[in-house]
């Protein structure tokens, strides 16, 4: 099954939940471009992506490239909060080094509750 996402608007937070798997780059990049599109139309300056049904399977150079590529279409204002699996999370804290280097405002989590207080900008 492909990536699939139901999302609902929260207040100024966009809440998405992802499943499926990503089978490569091309899939990503469509995700994460809807992903992107549906911020946009609902104004809402912070994403939380539940991906704890979405399976990683594209390789480190597609997870590199699909990091540079959300980077260069989310505003650094932005927040970003993803959830993964912890089975997952070494290879989602990649992404998310990739990301964060080029000034993406994401995080990664495998904590429910901390990935909410992050995206809504509580303190610790």
């Not at 932005?78 to 405002?105: D, G, K, T």
Request: net charge negative; charged share 30%.
């Amino acid at each position: 099954m492909a990536i699939t996402f139901t999302y609902e608007v929260k207040g100024k937070i966009l809440h998405v939940k992802t499943e499926g798997y990503d089978e490569n780059l091309k899939d990503v990049l469509s995700y994460s471009a809807r992903v992107v599109r549906t911020a946009i139309k609902h104004r809402t300056p912070h994403v939380f992506c539940d991906e704890r049904d979405l399976e990683y399977r594209i390789s480190d150079m597609e997870s590199y490239l699909s990091a540079e590529k959300a980077a260069q279409s989310i505003p650094a204002a932005h927040r970003v909060a993803i959830l993964c699996r912890p089975n997952q999370y070494e290879e989602a804290v990649f992404w998310e080094l990739v990301a964060s280097n080029r000034f993406m405002n994401v995080k990664i989590f495998t904590d429910e509750e901390g990935a909410w207080s992050w995206v809504k900008g509580e303190p610790k």
